[in-house]
């Protein structure tokens, strides 16, 4: 059969992708760690499973309303209100299949042929593949290590177009940890109310957050701000409920209700027992987060102090959420067995291939020379990782 143009226009999750290199490996025997996948290794909140449990017991297993049901919808207003400083209706909320899915939702019923969507670099390998798919163009901002990978004014001022329609913001970001402050979020303010654009705040990492580091919604900042911003989040790094599927936004009503329209003509609701147990987290599962975040702190510096005594790579702290970002451009051009490593995604296989250990290369967050690491994972799972990734590269010259 004749494919849609459009499939043709993105690429596989390059995370997916080597996750799925990783199984073949561990299907042949051979000990895999992983430092790839951005999952959590706690178990779902007990407060949230227990919610989950109790719903099916109770027969709560049909379909919900296509954006959620008012339980959860409420949850999610008290907790931006509580967290955030942020004040919505349940018109202006809308429960999604994971918050990857909410982005694909606003991308859908926003961009189309023509328009202009603004990521800065760094990125999220999603981002660019959901503003492809709408038939939009990514405008990609690149930023420096040196500015902590954080996107300046002029760069964005730059960027701007009579086609620019949208921005997107990741803080704390995946997958450098960068976040953007108050004062450096009110640098843009200016800009951003003048320009004819729409704002996209993906804060899904908004609690993995270190040293004394706070999150802004830059929707906090004024009203005209909150006006043009969806704030994009959701349950599964926080409660560590990745299967779960459920994110959300928060957003001008016409907004919400297309994307609503939309749902209800592809997926429909989300899972009912999903909603119900994300309604108890929101609620009542800022202990877990607290243990999880204590564990998280920890791994961080383990993991960033070991990578920095191994030859060829250097990496600062990230403020927030759970990757390391490893500058690895003096890895690259050494030889071994089978060839060259020519770029990072030539290091990453090799890493997996000799080392059995899985990290995700930076040309698939529009960063070449970089490796993520995520260290949601067990000290000693991280500890076997960062040997193994020693031992493989003492084989290069």
Known sequence: MKLAKRIGRIQA???MAMAAKAKVLKAEGVEIISFGLGEPDFETANVAAEAGIAAIHAGETRYTPPAGTDELKQAIIQKLKRDNGLDYTKKEIIVSCGAKHTLYNIAQVLFEKGDEVIIP???????PDQILLSGASPVIVHTK???????NPAALKAALTPRTKGIIFNAP?????SIYTTTEYEAFSDILIEADLCIISDEIYEKFLYDGASHTSIATLNPALKAKTIVVNGVSKAYSMTGWRIGYAAGPEDVIQAMTKLQSQSTSNPCSVAQKASAAALNNGEPF???MLDAFSERRRFMVETLNKISGISCTLPPGSFYVFANVKDLLGLSHAKGVLKNTLDLATFLLE????TTIPGE???APGYLRLSFAASKDVLKRGLEKIQNALAQLS
């Open 13 to 15: 999750s390059a995370t």
């Open 121 to 127: 670099a760094p990125y999220w390998v999603t981002y």
């Open 145 to 151: 290590e040196s500015d902590g990978f954080l996107m």
């Open 173 to 177: 970001s995946n997958p450098t940890g």
């Open 289 to 291: 987060v607290s243990e």
């Open 354 to 357: 000799e080392g059995g250990v």
């Open 364 to 366: 698939a967050f529009g």
